[in-house]
């Protein structure tokens, strides 16, 4: 199909990666190895959270929606990614494209909106550890996770419905995946509405996430300062320096994807950094999270020691 013409049908045709036929195959399966490692690392969390009673307290509800969350968006990128990889055809329909498109989008608002409760969840931890268990209850989790994933779905759901409207005259989605703006660049029609609140959806997210990350790790650092304790400190630097290297990670890689849409000489480079965003958060969350928590490293030991010892 050519780009340039007028799409009577609902099938768009995927670019991909331009990838040397000897590299087909290896990137494939190292793909699927990512994907398989993050879904046995998360479902692994998941199961161990959700059976064990000991595990059913706030703190650990907030790495099930981590989990969730990694599950959903690389589930619904991988996959397709791969089987794009060593086929010859790439067809998609507009309503599959849109799909992914708005579950790829939900993946990252929630990704930060998460991280940002859990940065708050570390403050009340360190700053207030005798009030810990009265402020974060079951109930003040709950509801800020379900606030966390309906604001991400509310903005997702206009910013994918603005595009959805569009009508569409090209066919080519110049992109290894579906996302808002290769969706609404389909069109010949006038964008701006998609430009604005593309540009407000943005800031507003990383406005919310930096600020709220900042805010928070700010006063742990003071608070530290302050009371000099070195017991304090090096629970801070424990529990929050992987936090905070996740997000600079997911931060900058969000950051060069949507910097590079504006910049269409360097197409893979923009595929890559999408890529990242989704799959080193998800395998490295559940590892790090998993073994710096005290009692969630105890069981997956006291699990591993059972299934190595003999009987």
């Keep these: 199909m050519k780009s340039n013409v007028t799409v009577s049908g609902e099938i768009l045709e995927i670019q991909g990666f331009s990838i040397s036929p000897e590299f087909t195959y290896p ?19 998941l199961v161990l959270i959700i059976t064990e009673k000991s595990l ?40 599959q494209c849109a799909f992914q498109a708005f579950c790829s989008h939900t993946f990252g608002s929630a990704s ?5 409760i859990m940065a708050i969840d570390r403050y009340v931890a360190i700053c207030h550890p005798l009030r810990y268990s009265s402020i974060m209850t079951t109930r003040t989790v709950i509801g800020l996770s379900v606030t966390a994933w309906g604001v ?13 409207r569009l009508s569409h005259c090209r066919s080519l989605i110049q992109n290894a995946y579906c996302d808002n703006a290769s969706l609404f660049k389909l069109s010949c029609e006038d964008v701006s509405i998609n430009n604005i609140y593309g540009l407000f959806f943005t800031v507003l997210l990383f406005s919310c996430s930096i600020g709220g990350i900042a805010v928070t790790y700010i006063r742990i650092a003071l608070i530290c300062w302050i009371k000099k304790n070195k017991e304090l400190n090096n629970r801070a630097l424990q529990t929050c320096a ?28 923009r595929k890559i950094a999408y890529i990242l965003f989704h799959v080193i958060p998800a395998n490295l969350n559940p590892v790090i999270y998993g073994m710096q928590t005290r009692s969630l ?6 699990i591993l020691k059972r299934k190595v010892t003999p009987t």
Aim: hydrophobic share 55%; charged share 10%; glycine share 4%.
């Design 56 to 95: 059913h307290q706030p703190m650990y509800m907030l790495f099930c929606n981590l989990s969730v969350n990694d599950l959903i968006g690389n589930t619904v990128l991988l996959p397709q990614l791969m089987a794009h990889i060593i086929s010859t055809e790439r067809f998609v329909t507009f309503k």
């Design 297 to 302: 490293r105890e069981k997956i030991t006291q």
């Design 27 to 45: 990137l494939f399966f190292l793909l699927l190895f990512v994907y398989f490692s993050l879904l046995f690392s998360n479902i692994g969390v």
């Design 152 to 164: 991400s779905l509310v903005l997702v759901s206009v910013l994918i419905g603005l595009t959805v």
């Design 112 to 116: 930060h909106m998460i991280l940002v």
């Design 242 to 269: 992987s936090h905070l290297v996740l997000y600079v990670i997911m931060l900058w890689s969000g950051f060069l994807t949507i910097i590079l849409h504006r910049f269409p000489d360097y197409p893979d480079l």
